[in-house]
């Protein structure tokens, strides 16, 4: 949950930017691209693999490439994530933020998560910008700094950190069943199925 809201964060950020990129290439977007609709495009359609967790896949997976209609050409993963992060100062800020909570939460050991999240919420708070979403961010895990290095806690038996994700799992499922059934006759068949 707590990455969710620096990726959710992330996302206001570049949908604000698109939006003024929009702006800016008005009256200019009917059948040309120049340079403002060309990055609108950009953000619009990359938009999913800005959020990518670096530290949970492979770096062959950003070489692949991928033939961009914008820009008439080939170009690896990396290529256009330069190309998205080298046009806007806002976007590769937000962006390596996001991927310093990546690695936080990646690397991360008990004894060192409190140190490297307050140290995040200092660069966050030191970053100055009219789109700077990552600012409540900062100050929910400024509250919730205890509870979030709870997550850290490595399970005994497991070897795994601590989630509650089998228990909201299960919630979901039951959830689900309810919304199928569209409500049943009885509780007892309810708890049957």
């Not at 509870?147 to 070897?159: D, L, R």
């Amino acid at each position: 949950h707590w990455i969710r809201l620096a990726t959710d964060a992330y996302n206001r950020m570049r949908i604000k930017i698109m939006n003024n990129y929009k702006d800016l290439g008005d009256g200019q977007f009917k059948g040309k691209y120049n340079k403002y609709s060309t990055y609108y495009y950009m953000l619009k359609k990359y938009a999913k693999i800005l959020i990518i967790n670096r530290y949970s896949r492979s770096e062959a997976f950003f070489e692949n490439k991928h033939y961009v209609y914008y820009l008439d050409k080939e170009l690896t993963l990396n290529e256009i994530i330069e190309y998205i992060l080298n046009r806007d100062k806002d976007m590769e800020t937000g962006y390596f933020l996001l991927q310093d909570l990546y690695k936080i939460a990646k690397q991360s050991k008990i004894k060192t998560a409190r140190k490297d999240l307050k140290e995040w919420i200092e660069k966050v708070n030191e970053y100055n910008s009219t789109v700077n979403y990552f600012k409540s961010v900062a100050a929910t895990y400024k509250v919730w700094l205890n509870e979030i290095v709870n997550s850290f806690i490595i399970n005994p038996k497991t070897n795994k950190r601590m989630s509650n994700g089998f228990i909201e799992g299960k919630n979901n499922y039951i959830k689900v069943i309810k919304r199928i059934g569209f409500g049943f006759k009885d509780f007892e068949t309810f708890r049957a199925k």
